[in-house]
Nanobody, 115 residues
Framework: QVQLVESGGGLVQAGGSLRLSCAAS????????MAWYRQTPGKTRELVAS???????NYADSVKGRFTISRDNAKNTIYLQMNSLKPEDTAVYYC?????????WGQGTQVTVSS
């Protein structure tokens, strides 16, 4: 089992920055993919950024060049640095770990970007 706790969301003006954190505990060694998703009301959850244990990264076209996913293995934490935020980035952001034992989600953190 893996437990995920997100933090770092909030209200920011357009053009601003936020950094989200996702602290993991449990059987981390079984994890193969770590990712950030986001969801707005009435829409399906969408992939924002991900990386594999081997180091490959992937970003949604809408955030390329503005968002960066990273990790601190010593702290079992992944981050999402979000720069040049836009109102359309407003959503609940979830971290997601996928491994041989299943898929795990955090509780979500709200990001609101005002125009």
């Amino acid at each position: 089992q893996v437990q995920l706790v997100e933090s770092g969301g909030g209200l920011v003006q357009a053009g601003g920055s936020l950094r989200l954190s996702c602290a993991a505990s449990g059987t981390i060694s079984s994890i193969l993919v770590m990712a950030w998703y986001r969801q707005t009301p009435g829409k399906t959850r969408e992939l924002v950024a991900s990386f594999t244990r081997g180091g490959s990264t992937n970003y949604a076209d809408s955030v390329k060049g503005r968002f960066t996913i990273s990790r601190d293995n010593a702290k079992n934490t992944i981050y999402l640095q979000m720069n040049s935020l836009k109102p359309e980035d407003t959503a609940v952001y979830y971290c997601n770990f996928q491994g041989i034992t299943g898929a795990y989600w955090g509780q979500g953190t709200q990001v609101t970007v005002s125009s």
